[in-house]
Structures are given as C-alpha cells and as structure tokens.
C-alpha cells in the first residue's frame, strides 16, 4: 500500500475514532473490561500493600534501632523487661520480652529449672523470630502473584482484542484501520494494564523480601548475642 494512501486513511479515520483511554474502555468488548477491571483493581491493591510495607518496614527498623541503643546503654535487663513486659514495640523487643519471660518462669519458685534452660531460651527465641518474619512478609505473597500473572491476564485481554478485531473484518470484509484499529487499541490497552500491574509488584517484592530478610538476620544476630549474656549467667548461677 502507498504511504500516502495509508496517510489519508488515516486522517479520513481520525475525526471519527475516539481512541481515549475511556474511550477504548467503553468500546471494548465484556470479557476485555473484565480483565481491565481486574487489572486496575489489582494495581491498585498492590500499591495499598507497598506503602504499607514501605511504612511498616522504616517503623521497624527505626524502632530496632532504638532498641539496641537502650539494650546495649547499661541499663538493667530488669528494668528494661519491666518497661516492655505489657506491649514489646518491635521485633527485638519481643525477642527480649520472650526470651526474659522465660528465664524468670525457670527461676520461679523453689526449686529453678534450670537444667536446658539456655535450649528453652533459643526456642523460645526461634519461635519469635519466625512470628515476627511471618508477621513482616504478610501480603508479600499477593505482590508476588500480581507480578507473576498480571502480565498473562493482560495478555489474555490481548488475545481477546484481536479475536474481535478479525471477527470485525470477517464480518465486515474491510480491512481499513477504521475497522481494525479500535480492536488492537483495546488489545494494546490490555497489555499495558498487565505491565501497569505486574512491573511496581515485581520491583517491590523483590525490594522488601530483602529488606525483611536483613530484619531477619538482624533479629537472629540479636538473639544469638543475647543467648550467649543469658548462658554466661545461667553457668554464672550454676
């Protein structure tokens, strides 16, 4: 076809296609809005889930970083499990709490359990810090699957598009950009939602699975240091 004709064509085209955004929402077919539908409903979950991750992830850390200041002051491990006892502020703090809780109910009554009570200590500990990684990787899962499947629905959509677009021919028997054009637009229209979605779930569940694996390792740095003062006074006492 010649250039100049595809031109002219296309400017005949132009005044009577609306290709807006909306537009191509509303002109397209059902199974196509669904999937737009889903698609937006779907990004906009994963951003709600982002900044809640972004907030909950600069609270954590900055409140550990808090902690360890105060733990590693002097102060006394009394007076610090007394002032956390009722609500641990963050994840160390709960590591602290627990493992104190149980030293005190070892050394509770006359006779103290103290036989394996540096064991019962690292589990106790251990069972913390997978609450607590539990706890930071909630709704980590949604990101991921978003990511993994949003490009495969958008492509769905795209599929779907030119279907209609060469029944539109078929039926029509024109092959004109009047008729082909609203179709792939819609189609196009699908993809770029998929990638909307899937890109910012991609990069943000990669950046905070490892913010949440250096928060883990943090918390088990933490627990082993405290573990060896808590051993070194249970021999102490022994």
Not at 12 to 33: G, R
Not at 84 to 106: D, I, Q, T
Request: neutral net charge; charged residues 20%; hydrophobic residues 55%.
């Amino acid at each position: 076809m010649n250039p100049a004709d595809v031109t002219t064509e296309v400017l005949a085209v132009a005044p009577h296609a609306d290709i807006s955004l909306i537009a191509l929402f509303l002109q397209a077919h059902l199974v196509v809005k669904l999937v737009m539908i889903g698609l937006v409903i779907a990004s906009i979950w994963c951003w709600a889930i982002i900044v809640d991750k972004f907030i909950l992830v600069a609270r954590t850390r900055k409140t550990m970083d808090r902690f360890e200041e105060v733990f590693w002051s002097g102060q006394s491990l009394e007076e610090l499990y007394r002032s956390l006892a009722g609500r641990p502020a963050n994840a160390l703090a709960a590591l602290f709490v627990a493992a104190m809780r149980e030293w005190k109910r070892s050394h509770e009554g006359d006779r103290p359990a103290i036989a394996s009570l540096s064991q019962r200590i690292d589990r106790v500990m251990d069972v913390t810090i997978a609450r607590e990684t539990e706890r930071l990787e909630k709704r980590l899962l949604v990101l991921a699957t978003v990511g993994s499947a949003a490009p495969f629905i958008g492509l769905f959509g795209t599929v779907w598009g030119i279907m209609t677009s060469f029944q539109s021919i078929a039926a029509s028997n024109n092959t004109s950009l009047a008729v082909v054009a609203p179709g792939i637009a819609e189609a196009l229209f699908a993809t770029a939602l998929g990638l909307l979605a899937a890109i910012p779930a991609v990069i943000a569940y990669n950046k905070f699975n490892a913010e949440v694996s250096h928060l883990g390792s943090r918390m088990e740095s933490f627990a082993d240091e405290f573990s060896a003062i808590l051993s070194r006074q249970i021999d102490e006492r022994a």
